[in-house]
């Protein structure tokens, strides 16, 4: 949960990256975030896989 201080003083959620810092999304209170750490976790594995295809290829 962050506060926009210097702005119109609201309350929102942010989803980041905990190691680049990098935000990947925000979103208002009460909402649910679409990125996940579940899904984030499914999509470097399908990422890895195709990867690894193309390699093969």
Same mark, same amino acid.
């Given at each position: 949960?962050?506060?926009?201080?210097? &702005?119109c003083?609201?309350?929102?959620?942010?989803?980041?990256? #905990?190691? /680049?810092? *990098?935000?990947?999304?925000?979103?208002?209170? &009460?909402?649910?975030?679409?990125?996940?750490?579940?899904?984030? #976790?499914? /999509?470097? *594995?399908?990422?890895?896989?195709?990867?690894?295809?193309?390699?093969?290829?």
């Amino acid at each position: 949960m962050w506060v926009h201080a210097v &702005g119109c003083r609201k309350f929102f959620n942010v989803t980041r990256h #905990t190691v /680049s810092y *990098e935000i990947l999304e925000t979103y208002k209170m &009460g909402e649910q975030p679409s990125i996940t750490a579940a899904n984030q #976790t499914q /999509s470097r *594995e399908a990422a890895a896989v195709s990867h690894q295809e193309g390699v093969r290829a």
